[in-house]
């Protein structure tokens, strides 16, 4: 059943990169510039499908990929100007294609932020990721879109690279600040095994795992003490005066961990729609094929998944417990394993509220040690 009220979140996905990081896992397709035209045309056919799973307002447009500013820029001011409007557009860009008629291009399209990809400022950690973008590349980048009135600007580092030490991430995390952006997201490097690069860096990255607790401990005591708040495990914003009176969370995403509804388009995209989820398949010759083909129009390879009560209360407390937030726990309860949760408030791990004003709602949060471990923690509280 699909949720009557609409979703409120819409993701687009712009596959297309210029060529394959060795680390990455997301659904890309290297080049083919002659079909980024095709697969955008199957894409608004699919959005068009789709509409109707919207609400008539939307919150938040996030459009990812890939790499979005990859795209050929007419195809891309094709996708900007179907898109409803939205309080916040974000649009994820690779440093070496952010140049000025591209900052045009992204603001006349109604976009108002962009995720820039930095990972590291070290060239020889970029080396080892196979960036294509410097380190001077993201500086350039940053002022481009500054110059072009872009003021929600993200950042997002790796840390756990191979190679990486210590003071190389408080080197990355210093260059980061220096940059004033509204918003940085810090990933611990995650490696699938089986892949090239995981064979190319197996020892390595043993010890870089190992390290990752201790680099997570740095990033948060160096980004706080810079007056981030640390909202979500790997996000953090400009907040207080800094701030200036603005809610700098990435609102797009905070809506995925509170739990509501969005729509993705796009090859690979997921969808949660009231009970379903649904997940695009990753083929773009199908794809293309199934929407703007000769038989255009008709419905994408897809897989459809029934979510039951009991999953969405799990993912509910699993999202919701990585903000800075209590969560309400009315209609959770049947989730969370009481022993569990007395152990990890024992512990000083996590701690429950009791609202006495909302009839005894009770509502759970992580204490920082217990957002340090994270899953963890997470994992002892589920039923
Ligand atoms: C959709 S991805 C890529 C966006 C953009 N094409 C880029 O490369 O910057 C968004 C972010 O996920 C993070 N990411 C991608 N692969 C990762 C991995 N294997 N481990 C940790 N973070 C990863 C990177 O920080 C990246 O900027
Ligand atoms: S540019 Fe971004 S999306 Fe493309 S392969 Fe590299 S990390 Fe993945």
Redesign the pocket.
Same mark, same amino acid.
């Given at each position: 059943m699909i949720h009557n009220a609409g979703a409120r979140h819409l993701y687009v996905h712009l596959p297309f990169?210029v060529h394959r990081?060795g680390?990455?896992?997301?659904v890309t397709v290297v080049g083919r510039e002659a079909q980024h035209g095709a697969y955008v045309d199957a894409l608004l056919s699919e959005l068009a499908r789709e509409s109707g799973s919207l609400a008539g307002a939307v919150d938040t447009v996030f459009i990812?990929?890939?790499?979005p500013t990859f795209t050929d820029p007419d195809a891309l001011r094709r996708v900007l100007a179907a898109l409803p409007s939205a309080a916040e557009v974000t649009v994820?860009?690779?440093p070496e294609t952010v140049t000025e008629e591209l900052a045009v291009l992204l603001r006349e399209g109604g976009v108002n932020r962009i995720? =820039?990809?930095a990972?590291t400022f070290a060239p020889r950690l970029l080396d080892v990721l196979e960036r294509v973008a410097g380190p001077d590349d993201v500086r350039r980048a940053v002022h481009t879109l500054r110059d072009a009135f872009f003021d929600n600007i993200s950042l997002?580092?790796?840390y756990g690279i191979p190679g990486q030490e210590p003071s190389d991430l408080d080197t990355d995390l210093a260059e980061a600040l220096a940059l004033a952006p509204e918003h940085l997201?810090l990933?611990? =490097?995650?490696?699938?095994p089986g892949t090239r690069f995981t064979h190319a860096w197996g020892d390595e990255l043993v010890r870089q795992s190992e390290a990752m607790e201790g680099y997570f401990e740095r990033v948060v005591e160096t980004l706080t003490d810079a007056g981030y708040r640390w909202y979500e495990t790997a996000n953090f914003c400009l907040s207080g005066d800094q701030a200036a009176g603005r809610d700098l969370r990435a609102h797009h995403n905070l809506g995925y961990w509170q739990g509501r509804d969005y729509l993705g388009v796009g090859i690979g995209a997921v969808s949660t729609l009231g009970e379903q989820r649904r997940r695009n398949g990753a083929s773009i010759g199908r794809y293309i094929n199934a929407l703007g083909g000769s038989a255009g129009g008709k419905e994408p390879p897809r897989e459809l998944e029934q979510l039951d009560p009991l999953t969405k209360a799990q993912e509910r407390l699993m999202l919701g417990l990585r903000l800075d937030e209590p969560l309400a726990l009315g209609g959770l309860e049947h989730a969370i394993d009481r022993g569990g949760l007395e152990r990890m408030v024992a512990g000083g791990l996590a701690v429950v509220h009791t609202e006495c004003d909302a009839g005894d709602e009770q509502s759970l949060s992580l204490t920082n040690r217990g957002r340090f471990l994270g899953g963890g923690v997470t994992a002892e509280l589920l039923a």
């Open positions: 990169c990081c680390y990455c896992d997301f990812g990929g890939g790499t994820e860009a690779n995720s =820039l990809g990972q997002d580092l790796i997201s990933y611990e =490097l995650e490696a699938k």
